[in-house]
Each structure stands twice: as C-alpha cells, then as structure tokens.
C-alpha cells in the first residue's frame, strides 16, 4: 500500500500513506454532511481541504480527529483500522489539533497554556505531582524544555507569561500552533488558521506553517477559506462541496478542474 | 592553553585581554544569553575556548590576516565571539546593521571587500544571497541559527557551531599558527571597522586600531570606576561604536558580564531580570519608556494615581539634589524615603533600573523633563557627547555635575577646543586611524596635528567649564533676513512633547520657519482611546482635527520659549503640518540610528514644502513607502497646514511685513 518516498523540488521528504480516510459518510439526522469520501495523507505532506462555506470540511476534520464518529467508513492510520475512538485517545496517537474559533484558557498564561499541549505525555502519578518529587520533577523540566523550543520557534518568547485573554488575534492563533506543536504530534490539524486574519498575520502564519513542516517533518491537514493561502501552501488538496469531494489533487490540478471552479464562482445546483 | 600566549604586561589586543580575564577572573561569568527561558552563560575559561574553538574553524575555512569578516545579526555572544575569533586570525571584523536592507549592504560589502560573512540567521544570509547577485568576492557563509537552513547549498555555507566543531579537531594541526597570528597583533593593528551611518552621502569605514579601543576602554573604565562586578545588557546594534565599546572594549578591559536579551521584544524582561549596573541608552529609550509608566498609569486606579502624581512631585523637587549629594531638609528627606519604598522602589525594579550605577544616555539631546524625571528617582543618569571617529568619548558628565542641557567635561585624555566658527575640535588617543579607501575624506576631518573636526558647533560655559552643543555645524544657516538659524535647537524643544516623536524645521533661506511633524503612535493612540476618538489608520489619526488642535497648542508653547532667545526668537514656527506617515529608515529618511536626513526630506517632500511657503491650507501628496521586505508601495493623503501664532520679535516683524 505504500508509495514510493518522494523528494519534492524544494527538498521535502514525502513518505508513504500515514492516514487514509475509506468511504466516510456523516449524518447528522437526515443531513448528510459528509458523503461516500474517501482520500489519504501521505507522511511529511501538506495536504489542504478546501471549500465554499458548508461544505463539510470542519465535520472532516472533526472525524479525523474523533469528534465525530462517522456512520459509515473506515479511517486507516499507519496501516491498522482505527475503531471508534474518545478524542483524548486520538491525541494520544499522535495527533493533534488547532481551533476554528479559538480554545485556549484565557485566564492561564500562555506558557501554562502551551504546558497542557504535553499533558499526554505526563506519566507520574498524583502524589508526586502534588509533591513536585522524583519523576515529576524530571518530567516537567523535560516538558518545559520542549515547550520553551516551540515558543522559540513560533517567536513568542515576549509573551511568555502574558494571560492568553489579553492577546490580540493572530497571537492567539499563534499559540494556539504552539500548543497543538508542543504534542510533539505526528500528524497536526489546522482548523481555518489564517481565519480573520490581517494579509502580514496570514503571511507570518504562513512561514510557520511550512517551517513546522519542514523542521519537524510534522504531516500537516489544514481546512482553509483563503485559496491564495493553500494554494501556496500545500502539496496537495481535496476539494469538497455540499459535502462531496469534487476534486484531489496538486493545486494545479485543481485549480483547472472545471467542478471546482464552479463550486468557487457559482453555479445553480439543481 | 591560551594564557600561555598572553604578551605579560602588554594588553595590546582584545585576543590579550581575553586570554588575561581567562587567567584572572576564570569562572566569573563572561557572556550570558537567555535562550530557552533560561540565562546561559558562559564563563571567561568557557568563552575563550569557544573563541579559540571558532578562531581555529575559520583557519581550516582560510581566513587570511587583512582580510575582512562582515558579522551581521542581533547581539548575540557568538557575534561577539566571531569578532574576537577573526582579530585572533589576524582579519578586521565589521559588524553591519541587521535591519539594514539588503540594498544598503552592497555598498559596504563591497566597499570593505569582505571575503567571509557571519550572519545570524536565515533573513540575513538571504539578503547576503541577495547582495552576492552585484557584489562579487564573497566566499564563505557562517551562520549562527540554523532555522530554515537546512535547504541552503552548504558548498561554502557553514553552521558556526559546526565551525568550532572543526576547529576543535584541527587544535593540534592549526593551534601553532593561530598563536603565531595572536602574538603578532599589537597596538597599531586595526581592531574593528565601522561603518558611520552618515547623515549625507554614503556611510565611511572608520578604521579604529587596538590602541584607540583599548586606551578608550581603560580611561573610560577609571572615570566612571568601573569593575569586573559590572553587568550590561548588550542590545544596542552592533554595528554602532557604542555597543563595540562597551560590550567589548570596556567589557574586556574591566572583565564585566555582557548579557544578551532574548530578543528584541523581550527587552523589558530581560532587562528586569539583569538589572544592569551599567546602562547606555539613547533619549528615544528613556522618551518611551517615560511615555509607558505615563500611560500606564493614567489606566491605574484613582489611589495609585494620586499616590504615583504626589511622589513623584517630591522627587522632582528634591531628588536630583539628594543623588547629588547636597544639603536636603529632614521632612523632604523623609518624604522622599517613604518615596522610595512605596513609588520609586517599585517602579525603578519594573523598569529594571534597580541597579543601575552609572548610566549614560547620548546620541540626540534628551529633554530636560525626562532627564530630571530619571535622576529624580535616583537613578545616576548622565550624558556624554561623542562619536564612531572617536571612538565615542569626547566629553562626559562627572558624579555629581549633571545637567540636561549641557554634555559634560572633556573624557580623560581628550583635548576639545572650539573653532573660529563655532565648531568643535577633539584630539584623543581615541582618534580613528583613517576612513577606509578615503583619503580625501580623512584629510578633510583630521588634520596633521591629529584635530578632529565633530561638524557640531559648540562653545564651553564659563562658569562651569562644561561644553554646550547647540546644533550640526552645518545645518546651521541663515535666514532670508540674515538672522540664525538653528533647526535641531528648534525640534529637540518639539520632540520633548510626548505626543510628538520626530520634528523637520525648515527656514533656511526663508522668510520664515515652518515644521513637518511627525505624532508618536503610542502617545496619541493612547489618548486617543481615552477619549473614544476612532481611527483606522495612522494616517487618519494624524490628520485628525484634535491631534492638529494638540499639536498646534505645543507648538506655540515652543514658540513661546523660543522667543526668549534672543538670537534664535526668528526660528519660531509659523506654519506646520502633520505628516501622514513615520520618517523611517527604510525610506531613507533616516539613518539607522534615527537622525533625520534633512537633504533626502526636503526632496522627497517638496510639494509638502512648497505647499508650507505658498500660503495653501491643504496639499493632496503621494509618497513611497518601503516595506521590511524591500516592496515599494505608495500611499496618498491631503495634509492640513495650521498657522499658528508667534511671540515677541518675530511677531512685531510679521505684523510688519504684512
């Protein structure tokens, strides 16, 4: 099942299937949300779902990430099937995620905020934690180091103690990366990241977006309104509409598939 | 290893005086940078072993003695390091600006030749690419951060840790030569090149040998008793003479600790954190920092206001004298002591000025208001009057004889005189050697006798023999009527308005003077939310009739005291106008150390100054803007242009003139 690894023209590594999504149909009552779709993602890629408003790309990545049990279908991830699953235990696979609109703790600073990021991977028990003793102080010196690395890479260390409510926007999307990073996790979910964002905030957002991928080789899934973004962006894009796929492909290829441009310009559906 | 080399009883290079603070502090800290969260730092033993670890790398890469080595990137130790590292090879170091554009580069790149470039980080080593498509000769990368880089073609591109990795191997085959290389540095080689920013033209290379680093370091060290138990915070650019000086001529010398900030932005922690002993820092710094506690404040509760407001009326009456040590009275002694512990204290600790035992600030005159508002607190801030050609100390402020409007006495070993016209001459050990590939220009600046011409015009008070500069020798002209024009004298009174961050007088040759001024975001912006005024842009708020209205008022209060002065009551503004955008030095406004340019302005905005002289209320311009990433972009906006009221003289001269 796995393809050949690839070396893309600015040097990226891509793998073989990392995850594969078989015939994923969502309803919610009568609605279908998601509709009989099925696509990969390959270890290392940058792959984008895009499409107009109410296509079903939050409820995609809701099933990826667990929220969402889906009717039908199979999700495959690094060649085993993946039954029903409690999100935590999703994040404890290795993947972790960003909100559409937001969910930090604003009250928390943003280091304590980026320290919950590694609560998966905290291993002591109750009575050593309350005593900060042993394996739980090893573990948080451990834990801190790799959060400090991730607040130096996302270049947020003036805000380190800063209380999350007090943060403009794009800062808080910017943590929010950062928190989801901290996971150290294997694939990353990205939630419309560049969502009411000003062009300088998309651009920045952008470069850490492609530095994530290219630094950590972390396999990236991103849902995204703004074309322009993904299009540059990623290695390859799954098109969706009313909860169809209409299009898969580079974003060459879909950008001159005639479905999508349609769904993009608007046609009468019948 | 090192100290074996060390020429006893000669410190004739800053290799020597590192391998001497090696022998003889050891394990006091030498460099700390805060990375991570954490402060790293590194001992004296530590920091030469990664010098001699760096010098060596560059060996095995062929660095030869004379060439150059450009370091470009935020002060970080290993910058340092890398400067240390290419004298020990015999090869002169030139930090250049970081946020310099890659435009502005290829001149000095190519002017100095340099063979070898350390760059901090990926931007830089892009702008380097960038630079390398005209400039040819450049022959090696060395980079600090190794974010990003992995895609790089690493054929003549190396990580600097990887560097001292390879000099580390090649210890026994390379060590002979570098000590060779070490041991024929003395006090005539040249230390370090610096490019002056220059206000005109294009910046020089000024040429500064051990003996003018070190004997500058040393007398200064001995004016101000400074020791190895200094700690500084090193954040100033390093490509300008003040951060050579300090962090390496005076660091070394004394054997302080050199401490590096996280970054940019985390300045304020940092700083907390350190509290530095000794401090430098530009008026802009202090201006800002004032305008934060202001601000801050006026969002604090009606009780911390009052009891902020109420103290800090007590200090401004009495601390300058307590700091000086004059005769105080009992009740104001007291009052000022319950100042510290409930006001002062604390703010001094926020700002991180608890320590700080001799401070300097320089650069542009600092507002007597800010200045006192400082020293009130008891913090010793002091001024100095220098520059890059003299290798900074001129003049400098003793404990004790501060004052705002002067900039001290003659540094130790520093002759000033005054010229026939005005001017200001130095001689110093401290004197460059020569502008690199210039004679003319060096001809021009130094005479035979070692005179430096400063281009400033002065004159010593005296009463108190304390030198008082009033503006750039040649900027100072002549109105149509023949009456002194001083423009800097002029806007340095606008700038002391918080609301006001940067002033361009004009009048040379004219009737009368007008200004282009420029609001300071953070002042007004505040103001302007306090009182529920809505703005979209900066552009819009500059042109908001109530900022006009708050501008207008300041600039008569200047023209009011303006007026006082008998021979400059002419210079009193009669027109100005708000500029839609902030003078910057990607625009070529200003130089990277925030001199205005006034040749580049006067150009550049000539409808603007037109319109101040045609007698128009409004102008409708277009400028170009450059953005940080080298784009041009262009943005449009119709200027009001206020009259306003003048005094005394020039008043009784408008009247007639009408």
């Given amino acids: 099942m796995n393809q050949q690894t690839e070396i893309t023209a600015d040097g990226r590594q891509i793998g073989g299937t990392l995850m594969e999504m078989k015939n994923i149909t969502l309803r919610f009552g009568g609605v279908e949300a998601i509709k009989n779709i099925s696509f990969d993602i390959r270890e290392g890629e940058i792959r984008a779902i895009i499409g107009p408003n109410g296509a079903g790309k939050s409820s995609m990545l809701n099933v990826i990430s667990g929220f969402y049990v889906p009717q039908e279908g199979e999700i495959w991830f690094k060649g085993a099937r993946r039954g029903p699953m409690k999100p935590y235990e999703v994040a404890r696979l290795g993947i972790a995620r960003t909100f559409q609109n937001i969910a930090l703790f604003d009250g928390m600073t943003v280091l304590d905020n980026i320290m919950t990021g590694r609560l998966n991977r905290m291993r002591a028990g109750f009575l050593s934690q309350a005593l900060w003793w042993g394996a739980a102080e090893r573990e948080e010196i451990e834990n801190r180091e790799r959060v400090e690395r991730v607040i130096d890479f996302l270049e947020i260390q003036n805000i380190r103690k800063t209380p999350v409510g007090r943060l403009p926007y794009g800062l808080k999307k910017r943590v929010e990366l950062a928190r989801a990073l901290a996971a150290e996790p294997q694939i990353l979910l990205l939630d419309e990241p560049m969502a009411g964002m000003n062009v300088e905030e998309k651009e920045d957002m952008s470069r850490f977006v492609l530095d994530v991928n290219d630094e950590f080789g972390t396999t990236i899934a991103l849902i995204e309104h703004d074309m322009g973004v993904v299009m540059d962006l990623s290695d390859r894009v799954v098109v969706m509409d009313y909860g169809r796929k209409i299009g898969d492909g580079t974003p060459d290829e879909v950008r001159n598939n005639q479905e999508v441009i349609d769904a993009y310009l608007g046609v009468a559906h019948d | ?658």
């Fill in chain 2, 1 to 658: 290893m090192t100290e074996q080399h060390a020429p006893t009883g000669e410190l004739h290079s800053i290799p020597a005086l590192l391998a001497r603070n090696a022998a003889r502090f050891g394990d006091r800290p030498a460099y700390r940078e805060k990375e991570f969260g954490i402060w790293q730092s590194w001992s004296w033993v530590e920091a030469a072993e990664e010098i001699r670890a760096l010098a060596l790398g560059l060996l095995v890469l062929d660095l030869k003695p004379g060439d150059y080595v450009a370091i470009i990137g935020r002060n970080r130790p290993a910058h340092y390091w890398g400067m240390i590292a290419a004298q020990m090879c015999g090869a002169v170091p030139v930090p250049l600006y970081q946020d310099a554009v890659a435009e502005e580069m290829t001149y000095v790149l190519e002017h100095c030749g340099a063979r070898f470039v350390i760059c901090g980080d990926q931007e830089q080593v892009d702008k380097i690419l960038e630079v390398e498509e005209t400039v040819k000769g450049i022959e090696r990368i060395v980079y600090t951060d190794k974010r990003g880089m992995r895609k790089y073609d690493h054929s003549r591109m190396n990580a600097l840790a990887d560097v001292q990795e390879t000099g580390r191997a090649a210890a026994t085959r390379l060590g002979p030569e570098l000590d060779r290389r070490i041991a024929g540095l003395d006090y005539d080689s040249t230390c370090v090149m610096l490019y002056t920013s220059g206000t005109t033209g294009k910046p020089k290379g000024v040429v500064l040998s051990n003996r003018n680093i070190i004997e500058t370091a040393k007398n200064s060290c001995e004016f101000d008793h400074l020791t190895e138990r200094e700690e500084i915070v090193a954040y100033l650019p390093m490509a300008w003479v003040g951060d050579f000086i300090f962090s390496m001529g005076q660091a070394l010398w004394a054997g302080f600790t050199v401490n590096c900030p996280e970054g940019a932005h985390t300045m304020m922690t940092d700083m907390r954190e350190i509290g530095p002993s000794y401090f430098f820092a530009p008026p802009r710094v202090f201006e800002g920092q004032l305008t934060t506690v202001m601000i801050r404040m006026e969002d604090a509760g009606r009780f911390k206001r009052w009891l902020f407001h109420r103290f800090v009326a007590v200090a401004r009456r009495v601390g300058p004298a307590i700091l000086d040590g004059q005769q105080v009275g009992f009740v104001d002694r007291l009052a000022y002591g319950l100042g510290r512990l409930l006001v002062y204290g604390p703010l001094k600790n926020t700002l991180g000025y608890s320590r700080i035992r001799v401070g300097y600030t320089a650069g542009e005159a600092i507002g007597p208001e800010i200045f006192d508002f400082y020293r009130s607190l008891g913090i010793n801030l002091k001024q100095l009057y220098g520059q890059t050609e003299a290798s900074v100390f001129i003049t400098q402020q003793p404990d004790g004889q501060v004052r705002s409007d002067t900039v001290g006495v003659p540094s130790p070993g520093v002759e000033v005189k005054i010229g026939d016209n005005g001017e200001v001459f130095y001689r110093s050990p401290g004197t460059f050697v020569e502008y690199y590939k210039n004679p003319g220009s060096t001809a021009s600046t130094k005479d035979a006798a070692g005179w430096v011409a400063t281009g400033d015009a002065g004159f010593f008070e005296e009463s108190t023999g304390h030198l008082r500069i009033i503006d750039r020798a040649k900027d100072v002209g002549r109105m149509a009527d023949g009456s002194m024009f001083a423009p800097k004298y002029v806007e340095n009174k606008l700038k002391f308005y918080p609301n006001i961050l940067e002033a361009v007088v004009l009048g040379n040759g004219r009737d009368y003077c007008t200004a282009m001024i420029n609001i300071d975001l953070n002042a007004v912006g505040n103001w302007a939310e306090r009182n529920n005024i809505a703005y979209a842009s900066y552009q819009e708020l500059a042109g908001h009739p109530q900022v006009y209205a708050t501008i207008k008022a300041h600039v008569e209060e200047v023209n009011r005291s303006v007026a006082e002065d008998e021979m400059l009551s002419n210079c009193q503004i009669h027109r100005f106008l708000v500029l839609h955008k902030e003078l910057d030095p990607d625009d070529g406004e200003m130089t990277r150390t925030r001199k205005v340019r006034r040749a580049v302005i006067g150009e550049k905005f000539a409808d603007l100054v037109d319109a101040l002289y045609d007698g128009s209320d409004s102008i409708h311009t277009q400028t170009e803007v450059t953005y940080e990433d080298g784009r041009k972009g262009r943005i449009k906006a119709t200027l009001k242009i206020e009259d306003v009221q003048v005094f005394g003289a020039a008043q009784a001269q408008k009247v007639a003139a009408q």
